[in-house]
């Protein structure tokens, strides 16, 4: 179905989301030719964009595929179909990964090689590094190797999303006579895909040699009597959606199970292999993944950079990274052994990750997993990852007798298995697990604890912006709020309710909800400001997300511009508003921000007769967040607290003249760079400086 838009407003007036991706990982891949940011992090943005075209792949491309198989004319509300937006996606995805590998062979490696990190070519090993690396490939690689030579009883075989492996030609008969011309080596996931060399023979400080060289070395190895023609590396992308259909599913847990074992063999919408790739043998491989010749990436080295992520851990060169810094603490939690609940019935607490430290979150769980009065902990869970202590305390919690709640999200992208496997500790140790709402995913982020007092019973709550996730709290920019404000913490109560239970929706004090009110109050705060500024009066509104999409939002931000409200947004992803534009959105403007950290934060300002009002939120401005998600935005009640988030989250982000990016209406990018009278001013460094215990960063 085709997108509705507003009056006056046509597909010309917004842009595309597969294409504002990749814009955005342009912008990543910038940070990885920054000769400011340390080598061994330019290494790791260079890693991070091969990630996001993997996902891009995986999810964006292969619903594209859906699209045209399916023979939709279904459009955005840009216009293009699945099948013009393909067609661009190709251009400049080949465009994307060899700037990428440009940078690569031309900048990173020989930098890094200036400080004694190389990655050995066959051509230079010695004859100590020969030998060491043929033991290695005789005792730990090819007893898990499995060569398959392809004739009529050994068909080409089913190969694994984003996994390595070899087509090798091959001349000669075997030992049964077999004549077979071609073969497939599969590297098991077990193996590493980068090895180091023992110091006495790398004749540098860190000598690594790709597993891919040592197999290309040592493959006639698996061929006994035959010879090696060629031996070409190549990986293939699959669709990664989840076919779980919420009409049908009757426990979506046992159907999660079933669905994720096949997610490593969805239809196939990607091929890359190596540049010097015979046209022959890439072609072969096209037919067998049944795929069109511009599903084909050429790649001027591994074609796997995702795996060089693990590099900077193996190097103890502190210089080639960025300084190390220890999350600050608010100073009313600054003692031992904090009271975490006599703190926050004090005031609001706000936390602002990761300049600021997330462990008083685990410190509140903590001690209601222990509390004699605290009689019930609920929380929401969409990402925690693997290894989680919050996950612990709340088996912990369950153990000791409390009433433990837990929504899991078990659909939520790549961390269905773990989810499912926190479902099942959880049940076993005498949690209630529920998986929300069937055709909602559960993204807010919510915990309340409830504990008797004064013979009463009260409720604590943590609301964020981000997961609870141990490694992400480190990396992503997020804020958390505690509070005991009774209105706000019922409101929280009746979302839970909503979610374990069944009844009509309630009207909620002070938090806007998806899919009910968030994107009506969204609306009415733009069309207010729109009012006050047709009045005359100065109107304001500054928001910051991950993503701006949803066409009647982007609409109302039109007309608000046109009566003459300033707009300011932060977006760090997809943008599909186009600013700028006289007459129709000159007084908004659009800047990204990439940086050390993930920008993660939702934050909504309204000036509202300077009033203002501000909220944070789990959503971004998206279809999916407004409509099939159950998201939270909260209001931010006291006035100091309200001061930092515009000022950390907002204005200091507005005057970044270091990393930041604005945007045209074309949807194109132009690095912020400060003038030479100008004072260097880049958000995340002052925000480690002013909430952290780090040194200054350069810039």
Same mark, same amino acid.
């Given at each position: 179905?085709?997108?509705?838009? /507003? ?20 912008r990543?891949? #910038? ?13 790791k ?17 292969a ?7 399916l023979?939709?004319? #279904?459009? !955005? @509300? ?42 050995l ?18 005792s ?22 984003? =996994?390595?492996?070899? #087509? ?6 075997d030992?049964?006579g ?29 000598g ?8 290309? +070395?040592?493959? =006639?190895d698996?061929? !006994?009597?035959? &010879? ?27 159907s999660?199970?079933?669905e ?5 063999f /969805? ?7 190596t ?7 890439? =072609? ?8 069109h @010749?511009?599903?084909?990436y050429?790649?001027?080295g ?13 190097? +103890? ?10 999350? !600050? ?35 509140l ?9 605290v ?7 969409? *990402?925690? !990852?693997? &290894? ?12 000791? /007798? ?25 049940e ?10 069937? /055709? ?6 919510m ?15 943590h ?14 920019? &997020? ?16 979302v839970?309710?909503?979610l374990?239970?069944l ?11 998806? @899919?009910f009110?968030?994107h ?61 534009i ?24 309204? =000036? ?34 309200k ?16 990393? #930041?990016?604005?945007m &045209? ?10 003038? *030479? ?5 880049? +958000? ?16």
């Amino acid at each position: 179905m085709n997108h509705t838009i /507003g009056k006056n407003y046509t597909p010309q007036h917004f842009l595309n989301r597969e294409l504002g991706q990749l814009e955005f990982n342009q912008r990543v891949l #910038a940070q990885a030719e920054n000769p400011h940011i340390p080598i061994l992090e330019r290494l790791k943005y260079l890693c991070i964009v091969s990630s996001n075209l993997d996902e891009f792949f995986e999810i964006r491309v292969a619903g594209l595929k859906e699209q045209i198989n399916l023979n939709s004319f #279904a459009t !955005g @509300p840009d216009g293009m179909s699945a099948r013009q937006t393909l067609c661009q996606v190709h251009e400049q995805v080949n465009q994307l990964i060899k700037r990428q590998y440009r940078i690569l062979n031309n900048d990173i490696f020989p930098v890094l090689e200036l400080h004694g990190i190389r990655f050995l070519r066959r051509t230079d090993w010695n004859h100590a590094q020969c030998a060491w690396i043929r033991n290695f490939f005789l005792s730990e690689v090819m007893p898990v190797l499995t060569p398959i030579g392809l004739d009529p009883s050994h068909p080409f075989p089913r190969v694994l999303n984003k =996994s390595l492996n070899f #087509a090798v030609e091959l001349e000669g008969k075997d030992a049964f006579g077999r004549n077979s011309a071609k073969a497939i080596v599969q590297a098991p996931r077990v193996l590493p895909r980068v090895i180091l060399l023992p110091n006495e023979i790398s004749e540098c400080a860190y000598g690594f040699v790709f597993l891919s060289s040592i197999l290309h +070395a040592h493959v =006639s190895d698996l061929f !006994g009597g035959m &010879d090696v023609l060629s031996c070409h590396q190549f990986r293939v992308t699959r669709n990664s959606n989840l076919f779980v259909d919420d009409e049908e599913v009757k426990n979506l847990r046992v159907s999660l199970q079933g669905e994720l074992p096949q997610r490593h063999f /969805g239809n196939a919408v990607r091929l890359e292999v190596t540049e010097n790739c015979s046209p022959e043998v890439a =072609s072969y491989l096209l037919q067998q993944f049944e795929l069109h @010749p511009d599903d084909l990436y050429h790649v001027d080295g591994p074609v796997n950079l995702v795996r060089l992520m693990g590099i900077p851990e193996q190097v +103890a060169q502190c210089d080639l990274k960025f300084p190390p810094f220890k999350p !600050g603490i608010p100073s009313s939690l600054l003692k031992k052994r904090t009271d975490m609940f006599k703190v926050i019935r004090k005031s609001d607490i706000l936390l602002h990750h990761p300049f600021q430290t997330f462990q008083p979150v685990l410190d509140l769980v903590q001690q209601a997993a222990t509390d004699p009065d605290v009689v019930a902990i609920k929380q929401t869970v969409y *990402r925690t !990852g693997v &290894d989680s202590a919050l996950m612990e305390t709340l088996l912990s919690a369950a153990r000791n /007798g409390k009433e433990v709640t837990v929504v899991v999200e078990l659909l939520a992208r790549f961390d269905e298995e773990a989810n499912i496997n926190w479902a099942s500790r959880l049940e076993d140790a005498g949690a209630h697990v529920v998986y929300g709402v069937v /055709g909602h995913k559960t993204h807010a982020k919510m915990l309340m604890i409830v504990r008797r007092e004064d013979g009463k019973l009260r409720r604590y709550v943590h609301l964020g912006t981000g997961n609870y996730h141990p490694r992400t709290a480190r990396l992503y920019t &997020d804020f958390g709020l505690f509070t005991s404000k009774e209105e706000m913490c019922a409101d929280a109560n009746e979302v839970f309710v909503q979610l374990t239970g069944l009844g009509k929706a309630q009207k909620l004090n002070y938090l806007w909800q998806s @899919p009910f009110t968030l994107h009506s109050q969204i609306l009415n705060a733009i069309q207010n400001e729109k009012k006050i500024a047709i009045t005359g009066k100065r109107a304001r509104i500054i928001a910051k997300m991950n993503a701006l999409l949803e066409p009647e939002i982007i609409c109302a931000l039109y007309e608000a511009s046109q009566a003459g409200v300033k707009v300011d947004l932060i977006v760090r992803g997809v943008c599909a508003l186009r600013p700028g534009i006289p007459g129709l959105s000159e007084n908004i403007r659009v800047r990204s921000i990439i940086g050390r950290f993930l920008e993660h934060t939702r934050i909504f300002y309204f =000036s509202n007769n300077l009033s203002h009002d501000i909220y944070l939120s789990s959503a971004d401005w998206m279809d999916r967040n407004f409509f099939r998600r159950i998201e939270v935005c909260f209001p931010i009640l006291d006035k100091k607290i309200k001061k930092r988030v515009l000022e950390e989250g907002l204005k200091i982000y507005l005057q970044d003249n270091v990393q #930041a990016w604005e945007m &045209d209406a074309n949807g194109h990018y132009r690095a912020k760079i400060p003038r *030479r009278s100008t004072q260097k001013r880049c +958000a995340q460094s002052m925000l480690l400086q002013q909430l952290a215990n780090l040194a200054p960063v350069s810039l």
